[in-house]
């Protein structure tokens, strides 16, 4: 913080609390609230969003990437084989396999 005024650092602080009413890790979002005077009484100007960055530097969320999607667990496909003197005695049963969808209750689907 060597080179700015206190003033300077008093209103980078706000320049950070609007960055967090915002919800914004960027610069981006507090700029155009500054630009379009979105926000009435507003004391912080582009200067202070500017000197906030240098100062602050940039949120770790925005330099790591703010949501990383975890990758999934492959599927493996697990073929059974079934044997010819079940699938001779059960030919008319349709067998329904589900995750929590259906029931199999007796050869017959409820």
């Known amino acids: 913080m ?3 005024s206190a003033r300077e650092i008093q209103n980078t602080r706000a320049a950070r609390k ?3 009413i ?3 890790p960027s610069a981006r979002a507090p700029k155009y609230l500054i630009q379009s ?5 507003n004391p ?3 200067k ?3 000197v906030a960055d240098e ?3 940039l949120k770790p969320s925005v330099v ?3 949501n990383k999607r975890k990758t999934p667990e492959r599927v493996v496909f697990d073929y059974l084989e079934i044997p010819n003197e079940i699938v001779a005695r059960n030919r008319r049963r349709i067998l329904f396999v589900g995750f929590g969808l259906s029931t199999l209750c007796g050869g017959m689907l409820v």
């Open 18 to 20: 609007l960055y967090n």
């Open 64 to 66: 790591k990437g703010r």
């Open 37 to 41: 005077n979105t926000v009435k009484n």
């Open 44 to 46: 912080v100007t582009l």
């Open 2 to 4: 060597e080179g700015f």
């Open 48 to 50: 202070n969003v500017k």
């Open 22 to 24: 915002a919800r914004t």
């Open 55 to 57: 100062i602050f530097g």
